[in-house]
């Protein structure tokens, strides 16, 4: 695989992102490590991680992204708010599936707290190998960027 994907995570999501971490590599994916060190004890502001791995999957410097916090749902408000992100929260296999086929969502936002960490990695398997179907999709995701204008 000679794409490369960024990871990120606050305090509340390190745990996580070290196992999807892992997980990514195995796969033979590129990974630019964003997030807190595990080891870390440091409380630190998740819009700060979110904001760095949006801005280079923004700027095409990494193929996609994907953000781990408490319940991923402050990763996921704050890397939206980064023209050409579309950022996705999920929590179910259909959810998971459904942010790539229909949103070709660009970053993978994940709650460490509020899923068990295995399914996590099913998650982010079916995420990986969905693709954008692409025809009356892509039609909103270009009112989607017709709002960021």
Known sequence: MSQSIGIASDHG?????????????????????????????????????????????????????????????????????IQGIRAGLVWDEFTARMSRQHNDANILCLGERTLNHDRALDLVRIWLHTEFEGARHQQRLDKIKALEQ
């Not at 195995?26 to 760095?52: C, L, R, T």
């Not at 801005?55 to 408490?70: K, P, T």
């Open 13 to 81: 999501g390190k745990a996580l992102k070290e196992k999807i971490q892992a997980f990514l590599k195995a796969e033979g994916w590129n990974v630019k490590d964003f997030g807190v060190p595990f080891d870390s004890q440091q409380s630190v502001d998740y819009p700060d991680y979110a904001a760095q791995l949006s801005r280079e999957v923004a700027n095409g410097s990494l193929h996609r992204g994907i953000l781990v916090c408490g319940t991923g749902i402050g990763m996921c408000i704050a890397a939206n708010k």
